[in-house]
């Protein structure tokens, strides 16, 4: 399985090097780099995904066992987080909050489209879409109403509820994914120049995205409480596909699937987990260092996983 490693993970990786090699040598700035991600951000990527939701077969895609085994993984990603910053590191709520967030949040976007693509070629990403509809608002509901909880204890739930929504529908990608639906069970037909229009931008979008990561890492520095960076790690880029391969080998989960789920859930936290800590204002050291340490350390834990999904 050597061959996964070369074929599938370093060209991926390669040009998350390049992107951060090239800001990191000044060819670009971090204002052009800011300027790339906020095209594949807010725009390519959110007609990836709404050309792909408006597509995807849903009585096929949204198989309970496979939201269940991604999802239930994820929660107790996140309860286990809040529960070890507070008891073990001695952290406060807010600061618990979001390094529970870095355990939940993996880079299923930037990182499990295209690998998952390179692996299993691109008719096996219907697991994918699958999981991306429901990522953003899943896990920026449970940060979010966590966040918002314990900031406003004592406070009314209509106040709670306002602030978990204005969140939630402020991003764009969660617009792309609900106009995406619509479309979809509409069964409204997306004119040929439309959509020839969508693909050469979605041409763009994950290469353009990749890139721009790599940029963004420059800006982050392992700094911190490492004990609380490699346990956030762990967390993410281990123990959550391990409970995602649990919960889909309990649940007799469809191949494909299953390995969507699995590598999905073996990404490294996304830099989402520096915008929520950034929001609130809270643990941004280890949310940034959490985000570049587990990028790293993946191309060796994606490998792993890969090897494991091809005995299974």
């Keep these: ?37 906020k095209f594949t951000q807010g725009f390519a990527i959110p007609c990836l995904l709404f050309r792909a939701i408006a597509h995807i077969d849903l009585a096929e895609s949204f198989d309970p066992r496979l939201l ?49 693509e390179r692996a299993f070629g691109p008719d096996n990403l219907t697991g994918n879409y699958a999981i991306i509809a429901f990522h953003s608002p899943f896990c920026y509901g449970l940060g979010v109403t966590a966040m918002e909880i314990v900031r406003n204890r004592g406070k009314s739930p209509f106040v709670m509820a306002g602030s978990v929504l204005k969140a939630m529908f402020k991003n764009v990608l969660i617009i792309g994914i609900i106009l995406g639906f619509i479309v979809n069970v509409s069964g409204l037909p997306i004119p040929v120049v439309a ?49 995602v391969y649990l919960f889909g080998t309990m649940t007799s989960l469809k191949q494909d699937l299953f390995r969507s789920a699995v590598l999905n859930a073996a990404m490294a936290p996304g830099f989402n987990v520096y915008i929520f800590a950034n929001i609130y204002g809270r643990a941004k050291r280890v949310a940034a260092s959490s985000v570049l340490v587990a990028t790293g350390a993946s191309v060796f834990t994606i490998w792993l996983w890969l090897i494991i999904l091809g005995s299974h």
């Design 195 to 243: 959509e020839d229009a969508l693909d050469l931008i979605i041409r763009a979008a994950l290469p353009c995205a990749l890139f721009a990561l790599g940029g963004v890492l420059v800006q982050y520095k392992p700094e911190g409480d490492m004990r609380t960076i490699l346990f956030v790690c762990f967390m993410s880029i281990m123990m959550h596909p391990a409970l």
């Design 1 to 37: 399985m050597f061959e996964s490693l070369i074929e599938v993970i370093l060209p991926v990786f390669l040009v998350i090097g390049a992107g951060y090699a090239t800001t990191r040598g000044g060819y670009f700035n971090f204002a052009q780099i800011d300027g790339l991600m």
């Design 68 to 116: 269940g085994s991604f999802y239930g993984g994820a929660a107790i990603c996140f309860f286990a987080g809040l529960a070890v910053a507070r008891t073990l590191f001695k952290r406060d709520w807010e600061d618990s909050v979001v390094i529970a967030f870095g355990c939940l949040f993996s880079n299923s976007v930037l990182l499990g489209l295209p690998i998952t």
